[in-house]
């Protein structure tokens, strides 16, 4: 047998004797959630400055935008110049993930309520629904008390377009859905000159929103995917202090 040969053998024999030992443990580490979950909690700590969101090689900002608030008042994009703020997209109705996103936000409210330059943008994929009356007492039944937190309504298909081509965070009106409508429970994290920001992955990528539908207290949901909220509060916190 010749040299090449001998090599081929002991490569397939250590090929073997590898995919016995380790294959089976790798496969129920996958079951357990382990690789995921570990996956999903390699994100850098808040040592590092946060990242630019790059489309087509440019920044991303926030689009323009206009709508009513919850004290039926018109406010834009314009009105956030400036400040370090949050947006979101959700509806008062929503069943499942809005009443813990909001939470999470008002304690993030609540961690910021010193800062004149930090804010709240929601947008409401139901604003037929949604009216300005329903936003204010919305607002009042949860907590929802900075000046700079606005919940707005408007045109659906403008704010559906702004959701879907301007953030990038999906929102959709699905009957099978509970409520009648489907949406990510994201969060993005806006700078002061309106560019859309966050920390990076171990990679250098950035993770580019937030989880915003898990809490600081459940720390991890049922998928294995870790809670985002500690960190979007030590990233607000970079931001207000460039």
């Given at each position: 047998?010749?040299?090449?040969?001998?090599?081929?053998?002991?490569?397939?024999?250590?090929?073997?004797?590898?995919?016995?030992?380790?294959?089976?443990?790798?496969?129920?580490?996958?079951?357990?959630?382990?690789?995921?979950?570990?996956?999903?909690?390699?994100?850098k700590s808040g040592d590092d400055a946060l990242s630019y969101i790059l489309l087509n090689g440019k920044k991303r900002r926030v689009p323009p935008f206009?709508?009513?608030?919850?004290?039926?008042?018109?406010?834009?994009?314009?009105?956030?110049?400036?400040?370090?703020?949050?947006?979101?997209?959700?509806?008062?109705?929503?069943?499942?993930?809005?009443?813990?996103?909001?939470?999470?936000?008002?304690?993030?409210?609540?961690?910021?309520?010193?800062?004149?330059?930090?804010?709240?943008?929601?947008?409401?994929?139901?604003?037929?629904?949604?009216?300005?009356?329903?936003?204010?007492?919305?607002?009042?039944?949860?907590?929802?008390?900075?000046?700079?937190?606005?919940?707005?309504?408007?045109?659906?298909?403008?704010?559906?377009?702004?959701?879907?081509?301007?953030?990038?965070?999906?929102?959709?009106?699905?009957?099978?859905?509970?409520?009648?409508?489907?949406?990510?429970?994201?969060?993005?994290?806006?700078?002061?000159?309106?560019?859309?920001?966050?920390?990076?992955?171990?990679?250098?990528?950035?993770?580019?929103?937030?989880?915003?539908?898990?809490?600081?207290?459940?720390?991890?949901?049922?998928?294995?995917?870790?809670?985002?909220?500690?960190?979007?509060?030590?990233?607000?916190?970079?931001?207000?202090?460039?």
């Open positions: 047998m010749g040299k090449n040969n001998y090599t081929y053998v002991w490569v397939s024999l250590v090929v073997l004797v590898f995919g016995i030992i380790f294959v089976p443990k790798i496969i129920d580490r996958i079951k357990s959630g382990d690789v995921v979950r570990n996956d999903r909690m390699n994100v206009s709508f009513l608030n919850q004290d039926s008042l018109l406010i834009s994009d314009m009105d956030y110049k400036g400040k370090v703020y949050v947006v979101e997209f959700f509806f008062t109705s929503c069943p499942s993930i809005c009443p813990i996103m909001n939470k999470n936000l008002v304690q993030v409210q609540d961690a910021f309520k010193e800062y004149d330059n930090f804010g709240i943008a929601s947008f409401s994929i139901t604003p037929d629904y949604d009216t300005p009356k329903v936003l204010k007492a919305y607002a009042e039944r949860n907590g929802i008390t900075d000046l700079d937190w606005h919940l707005m309504t408007g045109d659906a298909e403008k704010i559906f377009d702004l959701a879907n081509s301007g953030f990038y965070i999906f929102a959709a009106e699905t009957p099978d859905a509970p409520g009648g409508f489907e949406h990510s429970g994201l969060f993005a994290l806006i700078d002061k000159k309106g560019y859309i920001r966050s920390r990076v992955d171990e990679f250098g990528n950035p993770i580019v929103y937030y989880r915003g539908a898990i809490t600081e207290e459940e720390g991890m949901n049922e998928e294995g995917e870790t809670e985002q909220i500690s960190i979007l509060k030590e990233d607000i916190k970079k931001l207000l202090e460039e």
